[in-house]
């Protein structure tokens, strides 16, 4: 039996992307308005980890719709897209949709840890990892009040901190 040390990384550095993309996708407009794009798109950013729910259905994780299976491909992105633009008729929101869900897996495949992403699922059920893997994979549950999970929040801060920096930084608005 195949057993992971922990199952994704702390989240902030998918927070990040999606605060990232926020702001970029909104621009310098009404607070309101950035503030909701930003919440939303950081949303976005954590969907493909909705497969956790597969260890409650006793899923194996290594199935290809356990954690990090089908979710974490680049099919599931497009979906996520495709379904942004028969929502909103907006193909700028669909492109922002899947490329923001689609980084989910590739900073999943940059940590030490777990089964890698079926990045190219339902083509290949292989579960992938970067050749390097700069951040620590995040324990499980209270596992994060550890030494390790204090060492995975300190990488994720320090390497996402400046798209952070970007999305949250206040601009001034240009001159009408």
Same mark, same amino acid.
């Given at each position: 039996?195949?057993? &992971?040390?922990?199952?994704g990384?702390?989240?902030?550095g998918?927070?990040?992307? *999606?605060?990232?993309? *926020?702001?970029?996708?909104? !621009?310098?407009a009404?607070?309101?308005?950035?503030?909701?794009?930003?919440? !939303?798109?950081?949303?976005?950013?954590?969907? =493909?980890?909705?497969?956790?729910?597969?260890? #409650?259905?006793?899923?194996?994780? !290594?199935?290809?719709? *356990?954690?990090?299976? #089908?979710?974490?491909?680049?099919?599931? &992105?497009? $979906?996520? *897209?495709?379904? #942004?633009? #028969?929502?909103?008729?907006?193909?700028?929101?669909?492109v922002?949709?899947?490329?923001?869900?689609?980084?989910? =897996?590739?900073?999943?495949?940059?940590?030490?840890? !777990?089964?890698?992403?079926?990045?190219?699922?339902p083509?290949?059920?292989?579960?992938?990892?970067?050749?390097?893997?700069?951040? =620590?994979?995040?324990?499980?549950?209270?596992?994060m009040?550890? &030494?390790?999970? $204090?060492?995975?929040?300190?990488?994720?801060?320090?390497?996402?901190a400046?798209?952070?920096l970007?999305?949250?930084?206040?601009?001034?608005?240009?001159? =009408?």
């Open positions: 039996m195949l057993v &992971a040390k922990g199952d990384t702390a989240s902030f998918h927070i990040a992307v *999606g605060l990232a993309a *926020g702001r970029a996708f909104t !621009g310098v009404e607070r309101r308005r950035l503030a909701l794009s930003m919440a !939303g798109f950081s949303a976005l950013s954590l969907l =493909p980890d909705a497969d956790v729910i597969a260890f #409650a259905l006793r899923i194996p994780y !290594g199935d290809p719709f *356990g954690h990090r299976g #089908a979710t974490h491909s680049i099919a599931f &992105a497009v $979906v996520c *897209g495709v379904i #942004a633009f #028969a929502l909103r008729r907006d193909a700028r929101l669909a922002f949709t899947g490329v923001v869900v689609v980084t989910h =897996p590739l900073l999943d495949m940059l940590t030490d840890g !777990g089964l890698g992403c079926a990045l190219f699922f083509f290949s059920n292989a579960r992938l990892f970067w050749p390097v893997q700069p951040i =620590p994979v995040a324990p499980i549950g209270a596992g009040l550890s &030494a390790r999970g $204090v060492t995975v929040v300190l990488t994720e801060l320090v390497l996402f400046p798209l952070a970007y999305a949250l930084f206040p601009r001034r608005r240009a001159a =009408p």
